[in-house]
Every structure is written in C-alpha cells, then in structure tokens.
C-alpha cells in the first residue's frame, strides 16, 4: 500500500474499499450500478410530475421535488467515485477531488437534515392547524424554508470541509471507505484535530439532534391531533398524509442510528468482520435511503401514484403520434 515519506505532503489519497476482498467487488459493483439506475429514473420521475401536474404545486410536493433533487445529487456526488473503485485497481483520487466529494456529500447529508424537518413542519400545520394552513405555508413560507435548508447544508459543509482540508497530511494516505468520508480523512491528518472534533460534534448537535427533536414533537402532536379525530375513516385519511414522509424520516435516521450506534468490536478477527460490515452498511446507506424514497411516496401517496400514470399516459399517446 502506497504511503509517503513522513516530510513530503500528501497530494493524492488511496481509496481501500473493498480491495481486500476483491470478489465482491464486481457483485456490488453490478448492484450498486443498478441502484443507482433507480434512484435517477425513481427520483427523476417524481421531480418531473411535482413539476408538471398542477395539482401537486403544493408546498409538501415542493418538498418532494427538492428532497429528490437532492437524492440525485448526493448519491452523484459519490457513486461514480464508488463504481470506479470497484473496476479500478490503482483507486487513487487527487487531494482537490477528495475536498469537492467530502463538501458535495456533507453539504447534500445536512441539508436533507434540515429539509426533513421543514417538511415535519408542514405536515404539522397541514394536519393540526389546516384552516391556516393556506396562510402560513404559502409560497413567500415555503420557497425560503427550502432555500435554507440548502443554505444551512452548504455553509456546514464548508466550514466542516474547510477545516478538514487545512490539516496537514503527510504520513500515511490510504482512506479505509469508498470516498473521501470526512472522519475517515480526518484520523490521516498528522496533527491535532481537536478542532475539527469538536465543530463536528457542534455541527451534529444542529443538524441532527435538534432535527431529530423537532421532528419528535411535530408527529407527537400530529399524532394526538389524529387520535382525537372521532371517525376512523378521517383518522386513515389524516395519517396517509403523512405516513410517507414519517416512513422516510425513519429509514434515514433509523440508519444513521445503527450505523454509528452499535459496539464496537475488541476482538482482532472481529474488529476486521466488522470493519467490512461498516463499509457495506455506509456504502448501502448511501444509495438505499435515496432509492426508497421514491418508491415510499409512489407506494404510499395516491396524488402521486395518479400523476406518475397520467405521465406515463401523455408519454404513450406522445410516441402513438
């Protein structure tokens, strides 16, 4: 494995993946291929019909559109990187190239965060607060709450990619996962990090603890709201607006939760199973979460179901021309 002389900065990284296991690679490398393929065409979809079709210029559908844009670009921002290790047998990438993925996968990873919880927000007004519904969500509301969740995304990244790349490397260069994941690069650095630790956890308390808080207490008086809706047909149409959305932000925290949560392993030959079972459940959390989320809200929500088939329609009757 390629390392540098102790004196000599580091201009390149060597990207480990599953180098050491090298038959699985071509298995997932036609796996992840083709979760990709449903992300983009899943993804792509649902942003085409948010556009397209009237009845879904809503702010919960602009919700949609944007957490699917940015599904695309987060998992963009990695997968080809992922695809090409896996064929590749030299998986080198330039210092400059390692800085632009970790602040394109941080900055997409954050701003769902906070997207998620602007969407909390609107499921709670829409559900315990309707007749204002209209007031306080309207679009001089909503387009300003999505902005700045991509506002929010970008400037934690930067920072938190910033001080990443300020760090001096100039010992070892190989970076245990399939891209430049920020703790990863950050245990090369031949300096202290403390720094860096403690603004991580700064940026951990903001865009996922208070997330999480908020998210908490918005379905917790969603949920008291429904339960005291006297008809069960109206309790079933209450939760179905929602369900979708409560879905999504399960699979997502829910991961991250199992991913960072569980033991670590003490024993050598347990600490190596372990550290392939890390890499495989990121490499998954990366695409699963992306690809699910439109197949949730197509399963889940009949406005969308009905928009996907009048585009499949206009599509069928376009080419019948």
Same mark, same amino acid.
Request: net charge positive; charged share 15%.
């Given at each position: 494995?390629?390392?540098?002389?102790?004196? /000599?900065?580091?201009?390149?990284?060597?990207?480990?993946?599953?180098?050491?296991?090298?038959?699985?690679?071509?298995?997932?490398?036609?796996?992840?291929?083709?979760?990709?393929?449903?992300?983009?065409?899943?993804?792509?979809?649902?942003?085409?019909?948010?556009?397209?079709?009237?009845?879904?210029?809503?702010?919960?559908?602009?919700?949609?559109?944007?957490?699917?844009?940015?599904?695309?670009?987060?998992?963009? /921002?990695?997968?080809?990187?992922?695809?090409?290790?896996?064929?590749?047998?030299?998986?080198?990438?330039?210092?400059?190239?390692?800085?632009?993925?970790?602040?394109?996968?941080?900055?997409?990873?954050?701003?769902?965060?906070?997207?998620?919880?602007?969407?909390?927000?609107?499921?709670?007004?829409?559900?315990?607060?309707?007749?204002?519904?209209?007031?306080?969500?309207?679009?001089?509301?909503?387009?300003?709450?999505? =902005? /700045?969740?991509?506002?929010?995304?970008?400037?934690?990244?930067?920072?938190?990619?910033?001080?990443?790349?300020?760090?001096?490397?100039?010992?070892?260069?190989?970076?245990?996962?399939?891209?430049?994941?920020?703790?990863?690069?950050?245990?090369?650095?031949?300096?202290?990090?403390?720094?860096?630790?403690?603004?991580?956890?700064?940026?951990?308390?903001?865009?996922?603890?208070?997330?999480?808080?908020?998210?908490?207490?918005?379905?917790?008086?969603?949920?008291?709201?429904?339960?005291?809706?006297?008809? =069960?047909?109206?309790?079933?149409?209450?939760?179905?607006?929602?369900? =979708?959305?409560?879905?999504?932000?399960?699979?997502?925290?829910?991961?991250?939760?199992?991913?960072?949560?569980?033991?670590? /392993?003490?024993?050598?030959?347990?600490?190596?199973?372990?550290?392939? =079972?890390?890499?495989?459940?990121?490499?998954?959390?990366?695409?699963?979460?992306?690809?699910?989320?439109?197949?949730?809200?197509?399963?889940?929500?009949?406005?969308?179901?009905?928009?996907?088939?009048?585009?499949?329609?206009?599509?069928?009757?376009?080419?019948?021309?």
């Amino acid at each position: 494995m390629e390392r540098n002389n102790q004196t /000599s900065p580091v201009t390149r990284f060597i990207l480990l993946g599953l180098s050491a296991h090298p038959k699985l690679e071509k298995t997932f490398f036609l796996l992840i291929l083709l979760m990709y393929l449903v992300i983009l065409l899943g993804n792509g979809v649902l942003i085409l019909v948010t556009i397209l079709d009237a009845h879904l210029h809503t702010p919960m559908y602009f919700f949609l559109g944007n957490l699917s844009f940015l599904d695309i670009c987060y998992t963009t /921002s990695s997968v080809p990187l992922i695809l090409d290790s896996f064929l590749t047998p030299r998986k080198s990438i330039s210092f400059s190239a390692c800085a632009v993925q970790m602040f394109l996968s941080f900055a997409m990873g954050a701003t769902e965060c906070v997207l998620l919880t602007m969407m909390a927000f609107d499921r709670y007004v829409a559900i315990c607060n309707p007749l204002r519904y209209p007031v306080i969500m309207s679009k001089a509301a909503y387009v300003p709450m999505a =902005a /700045s969740s991509w506002a929010g995304g970008i400037a934690a990244s930067t920072v938190q990619t910033s001080l990443a790349m300020w760090l001096p490397f100039c010992g070892d260069n190989v970076i245990n996962h399939f891209t430049c994941e920020i703790l990863a690069v950050l245990k090369l650095a031949c300096a202290d990090i403390t720094i860096n630790v403690i603004s991580m956890g700064v940026t951990n308390i903001i865009f996922l603890g208070i997330p999480v808080l908020f998210i908490s207490l918005s379905y917790t008086f969603i949920l008291t709201t429904i339960l005291r809706i006297p008809s =069960a047909e109206g309790r079933r149409k209450a939760f179905s607006t929602c369900s =979708a959305h409560l879905t999504v932000v399960i699979v997502f925290y829910g991961t991250i939760l199992f991913m960072y949560g569980k033991p670590k /392993s003490k024993d050598p030959l347990g600490a190596d199973k372990q550290d392939l =079972a890390d890499k495989l459940i990121s490499l998954f959390y990366g695409v699963l979460t992306p690809m699910l989320n439109p197949i949730i809200y197509s399963l889940r929500n009949k406005d969308v179901r009905a928009a996907v088939r009048n585009l499949i329609m206009v599509q069928h009757i376009y080419l019948r021309k």
